[in-house]
């Protein structure tokens, strides 16, 4: 599996970005599909992370109401809307993919990784 992740950009704080990342390759997998970011010094963290069948999602605290991830099977698509960016989500954002379903939103629970996105958030 590929990922290809795009929609990064320089934004101002209170502002919106929509991040999307393409599958391709062998895209049946049955696992869940996540988003993580990185800031500079910092080690990659969970973001969030949706459900094969996308009934089920799970948000990092500091971006619970303000973020929201969504998929698109038959474009073998993961969406993540960002609003009220602060200062702080500035990060290189990273989609991935599991393998087959597995609980946990750690690193290690995915198999796939996309090169990631630049979000920049001014204040």
């Known amino acids: 599996v590929q990922l290809q992740a795009s929609g990064g950009g320089l934004v101002q704080a209170g502002g919106s970005l929509r991040l999307s990342c393409a599958a391709s390759?062998?895209?049946?997998?049955?696992?869940?599909m996540g988003w993580f970011r990185q800031a500079p010094g910092k080690e990659r963290e969970f973001v969030a992370k949706?459900?094969?069948?996308?009934?089920?999602?799970y948000y990092a605290n500091s971006v619970k109401g303000r973020f929201t991830i969504s998929r698109d099977n038959a474009k073998n698509t993961v969406y993540l809307q960002m609003n009220n960016l602060k200062p702080e989500d500035t990060a290189i954002y990273y989609c991935a993919a599991q393998r087959w379903a597995v609980p946990g939103t750690g690193t290690e629970n995915f198999n796939y990784w996309g090169q990631g996105t630049l979000v920049t958030v001014s204040s």
């Open positions: 949706i459900s094969r069948s996308g009934d089920s999602t």
């Open positions: 390759g062998r895209t049946s997998t049955s696992g869940a």
